[in-house]
């Protein structure tokens, strides 16, 4: 499905990862992230372009699109952490009730919503959905946090695609708890994308 043509808005994913690729344990859990053991010390590394850091970037969107288990997630949080955002929740078993969120059943439904919202930066978040928007052409940059631990089992961040996605990196820089962040425009082949 390639609805690519047929929107104005650009999909962003800003994520963070197991350097073995996990999202989260296979519960859900993301202690590792969130709350990393005490570890070695990193080295001091420097780059010319730094990413994108999430308070620059999150101001910057103005839809989110999530799955239902990244919304339960987030809903154990102390506080909404999408306060002013439009968030929708892809799902097709999650019921309504909850007023911060519009539940949309298939990415078909998700488009169109956003489309007709007049979305222009769309924060693509959650493993099978960041999944389905590529598969289906819809992601136009991707930054990822690579954490330094290896989990060995959990949520994947990536799966199954139909194509190879060429990637064109923009910036990559580490932080001091040893965390590399790198961003990523997707390639489509167009001379005016080099």
């Not at 998700?110 to 959650?126: I, M, S």
């Not at 052409?137 to 060995?152: K, T, Y």
């Amino acid at each position: 499905m390639d609805m690519k043509r047929e929107h104005n808005w650009k999909g962003r994913v800003f994520i963070g990862a197991s350097l073995d690729g996990q999202i989260a344990r296979p519960d859900g859990n993301i202690d590792w992230l969130t709350d990393p053991a005490p570890g070695p010390s990193h080295a001091n590394i420097t780059s010319s372009t730094k990413v994108e850091a999430w308070d620059t970037f999150f101001p910057s969107v103005d839809h989110l699109v999530m799955g239902r288990g990244t919304y339960e997630k987030v809903a154990t949080f102390d506080a909404w952490p999408y306060e002013g955002k439009k968030v929708m929740v892809l799902s097709t078993t999650l019921e309504p009730g909850d007023g911060r969120i519009a539940i949309v059943r298939s990415l078909e439904d998700a488009v169109r919503r956003l489309d007709e919202a007049g979305a222009e930066q769309v924060y693509v978040d959650g493993g099978q959905v960041i999944q389905a928007f590529l598969r289906a052409d819809l992601i136009d940059e991707i930054s990822i946090g690579w954490a330094p631990v290896l989990i060995g089992s959990g949520r994947p961040l990536f799966g199954a695609l139909d194509a190879d996605i060429q990637l064109a990196l923009v910036a990559s820089n580490a932080s001091s708890g040893g965390m590399v962040h790198a961003t990523y425009r997707v390639h489509r082949g167009h001379p005016s994308q080099d």
